[in-house]
């Protein structure tokens, strides 16, 4: 089988993110963002060695994408993936290509993506969206939101349950001790007073995303939302004008997007959209 995607380089951008680069690049990026307490390639599992292998993917540069998901409020962490993404779109080549490749194919200064897809997990999905509205909100407007995509694996968007998120994510907040616990979550990883349900954070994602969307900006709609069937962190309630969700069987919050050999199902929802 011929080489689709160099192996995996370092990037120069975020924390401890990493990138597989096409080796034929047609313009079209994945962009995968990790959620609470996730690591930039961890989180997905077998995503960066099973999709350079689906020929929909050929072509297509992947990041995976880090930040700091514990400590840093999430729309500052929304900030710095806003500023990764423009620089994307307006000078990907002396900005983020040839810092981690150098190659003559993907020299060319005249090089630009036409599309992106971003791929979320969990706390992930608020940063992603938060990006997306502040990009919509600069002066001027990002030209390239309308060529973006949303494929998301159990979003945090509309709140999640923080101890137990704790828990799943950190194995550092036992559940009997109930409030006392949930304080001091919140006081180790201050990002998870922006997840509780009826944060003002989040009520100000959802008013400033449902005014985007009556703007045009139907790119913040999501193209799919998968939420595993055992998941006890996150509701199957809808964000804004997204579908309804997609109910993986025998899955819950950390397993949904994690595909491997007995579990493909995570390529299928994403390949249609890159």
Known sequence: MAQTH??????PWGSESIVRWATEPVGRAVVFVHGFGGEA???????ATLLPLQ?????RDLFFYGYDSLV???????????DFLQTLWTDPVAGVILPSVQDARRADPAFRYNHVTLVAHSLGAVVVREALVQAAMDTPPAP?????SLVLFAPAHTGAAILDLANEALGAMPARFGAAAAAGAKAYAQVLRDLERGSDMLEKLK????????RGYDSLRAKVVVLGQKDRIVQAVRFCK??????????GHIGVCKPDAGYPAPLGYLLPHI
């Open 6 to 11: 160099y192996t995996v380089r370092k990037l």
């Open 41 to 47: 390639l961890g989180t997905w599992d077998q995503f």
């Open 55 to 59: 020929p929909q993917a050929a072509g």
């Open 207 to 214: 008013e400033d995303s449902d005014d985007l969307l009556g």
């Open 72 to 82: 840093a409020q999430a729309p500052v962490s929304a900030a710095e993936l806003r």
């Open 144 to 148: 390239w939101l309308k060529d973006v």
């Open 242 to 251: 997204d579908p309804g969700p997609t109910i993986v069987a025998d899955k």
